[in-house]
T-cell receptor
Framework: KAGVTQTPRYLIKTRGQQVTLSCSPI?????VSWYQQTPGQGLQFLFE???????NKGNFPGRFSGRQFSNSRSEMNVSTLELGDSALYLC????????????FGQGTRLTVV | SQKIEQNSEALNIQEGKTATLTCNYT??????LQWYRQDPGRGPVFLLL?????KEKRKERLKVTFDTTLKQSLFHITASQPADSATYLC??????????FGAGTRLFVKA
């Protein structure tokens, strides 16, 4: 079956702009989690959605937001981009229960200039 | 504060040897812990899960231990191969549908 698909793969934006990233989970998976990965910080948890509801979120400013649609596809949005937002953004899908394996997409590489 | 620590320095070993990676955590009581592998430019790939009431878990050449008293997990790759070269991440389920990751340890296996 198809894996987790993230679009776009690469993105260059200017400070102050906003950006929307998309994640299509594996068919049948209802949970989508988003992570920011930077060389110094590793993977930082952004938020988790299940059946269109945000069940948890990490310690990121309100400029970072997300949503999930009825088909489980998810988007995250970053407004008023800052240079420090440059990172690899990864989404992971799973069935959503405890002890379920997370399947990651290849990520979106965002560069803010 | 809550922290997950993995060896920040890369681990270099010779082919055929056993690689041992460490994951330490503080101020968490995870129900389970996972290990993932990440190759450059790709997302992490799940390897193993070990529960808090399990001491050891094996899968082929991989072995994971979990000591909730020491708050430590060890990840072993036996008979290592150059193809095992990658970054290895430990991840803790902290409850509330939230999994947090360590920064990872880079492993280089030389032929």
């Amino acid at each position: 079956k198809a894996g987790v698909t993230q679009t776009p793969r690469y993105l260059i934006k200017t400070r102050g702009q906003q950006v929307t990233l998309s994640c299509s989970p594996i068919s049948g998976h209802r949970s989508v989690s988003w992570y920011q990965q930077t060389p110094g910080q590793g993977l930082q948890f952004l938020f988790e959605y299940f059946s269109e509801t945000q069940r948890n979120k990490g310690n990121f400013p309100g400029r970072f937001s997300g949503r999930q649609f009825s088909n489980s596809r998810s988007e995250m949005n970053v407004s008023t981009l800052e240079l420090g937002d440059s990172a690899l953004y990864l989404c992971a899908s799973s069935l959503g229960g405890r002890e379920t394996e997370a399947f990651f997409g290849q990520g979106t590489r965002l560069t803010v200039v | 504060s809550q922290k997950i620590e993995q060896n920040s320095e890369a681990l270099n070993i010779q082919e055929g040897k056993t690689a041992t990676l460490t994951c330490n955590y503080t101020n968490y009581s995870p129900a389970y812990l996972q290990w993932y592998r990440q190759d450059p430019g790709r997302g992490p790939v799940f390897l193993l899960l070990i529960r808090e009431n399990e001491k050891e878990k094996r899968k082929e050449r991989l072995k994971v231990t979990f000591d909730t008293t020491l708050k430590q997990s060890l990840f072993h790759i036996t008979a290592s191969q150059p193809a095992d070269s990658a970054t290895y991440l430990c991840a803790l389920y902290t409850g509330g549908f939230k999994t947090i990751f360590g920064a990872g340890t880079r492993l280089f296996v030389k032929a």
